[in-house]
């Protein structure tokens, strides 16, 4: 692979998430040409990026590492994730371990909602959050509606590896679900046993929000 892009992938493993001028400043070439090279790591599926509005100022564009990125890297941060897992669950109790990966992603939660107030959103604006939080920790998600709610599927997972070790760790992407709606998410498909994506299951919104909803419209009319 080009050396430059080597560079970026490197980059975006460590810091997570970049924009083209702080890739240029890292890399140390011009931003038109490392728009050049993340427009091929794109087009090879290795990046992807998204839009972040700030308070002030026009939008920036965020890059980071997709799954299929992720597995550039040697397979040496795979084997230590799963010796890691292996010790904590040798030293830990099960509902120790449990505990840890709710309070993990409890953490995750926090560190991309700390200026968000999550009480003041409602169950869609929410569902939009669960989408930016996880495809920003290297999940491809879909959510779609249905009779009992929503179907939040993961057509991709960067803890797939480790799952398969180590299933416990599943239990992260369930515990971001659950701890942005405030509820219990029941669990549909999972790719460790035999399905094609993981999928969980929302119940309706709370029936004051389709209330509220039909009252607007009302309104709006």
Do not use: W
């Amino acid at each position: 692979m080009n050396n430059t892009r080597e560079q970026i992938l490197n980059i975006l493993l460590v810091k997570h998430r970049a924009t083209i001028n702080d890739l240029a400043e890292e890399v140390g070439i011009h931003p038109i040409s490392v728009r050049h090279h993340i427009s091929k790591l794109e087009t090879l599926g290795q990046i992807t990026s998204e839009e972040i509005k700030g308070r002030v100022g026009r939008p920036k564009r965020e890059y980071f590492l997709t799954q299929s990125g992720m597995e550039e890297f040697p397979t040496r941060y795979l084997t230590l994730s799963i010796r890691l897992l292996e010790q904590l669950k040798g030293v830990l109790p099960e509902k120790t371990v449990a505990k840890l990966f709710r309070e993990i992603a409890a953490d995750m939660v926090h560190d991309h909602t700390a200026q968000v107030n999550l009480s003041r959103l409602d169950f869609e604006e929410r569902l939009n959050l669960i989408t930016k939080l996880l495809e920003s920790e290297g999940f491809t998600i879909e959510i779609t509606p249905n009779e009992k709610g929503y179907e939040i599927k993961g057509v991709s997972c960067p803890y797939k590896h480790v799952g398969q070790e180590h299933p416990e760790i599943c239990m992260v992407d369930q515990a971001i679900i659950e701890k942005v709606l405030s509820t219990h998410v029941e669990k549909t498909h999972c790719v460790l046993s035999g399905d094609k994506f993981c999928a969980y299951q929302t119940p309706l919104p709370p029936i004051t929000e389709i209330k509220l909803s039909e009252e607007e419209e009302i309104n709006a009319r």
